[in-house]
Nanobody, 124 residues
Framework: QVQLVESGGGLVQPGGSLRLSCVVS????????MGWFRQAPGKERELVAAINWTGGSTYAADSVRGRFTISRDNAKNTVYRQMNRVKPEDTAAYYC?????????????????WGQGTQVTVSS
């Protein structure tokens, strides 16, 4: 059974930093592309970052490029999301997901397994 467990969410002040983690079990993690999505209340779930199986290729949405980074540790079956200089509009539930084999996934339909989400609230 495939399981994804996110952690690291919480309340952070504008301009602050936060690191999210997602541990994957039940799959050969090192063969999968991974992604981070977010969903704010009343909005569609959107892709904010993706990473290929080696970690050598990444994608970041325009809204977070230069502030957020995605990385992975295949030895720990974990993908990370470093969030810097956060803004109130970054407030959302953040989800990690298993994407296409080896490569980057750019659309939600390419992701088959999802975590339960972790809430990030940016507020002073």
């Amino acid at each position: 059974q495939v399981q994804l467990v996110e952690s690291g969410g919480g309340l952070v002040q504008p301009g602050g930093s936060l690191r999210l983690s997602c541990v994957v079990s039940g799959r050969i993690f090192s063969r999968d592309g991974m992604g981070w999505f977010r969903q704010a209340p009343g909005k569609e779930r959107e892709l904010v970052a993706a990473i290929n199986w080696t970690g050598g290729s990444t994608y970041a949405a325009d809204s977070v490029r230069g502030r957020f980074t995605i990385s992975r540790d295949n030895a720990k079956n974990t993908v990370y999301r470093q969030m810097n200089r956060v803004k109130p509009e970054d407030t959302a539930a953040y989800y990690c997901a298993v994407g296409p084999p080896s490569g980057l996934g750019y659309s939600r339909k390419e992701y088959n397994y999802w975590g339960q989400g972790t809430q990030v609230t940016v507020s002073s």
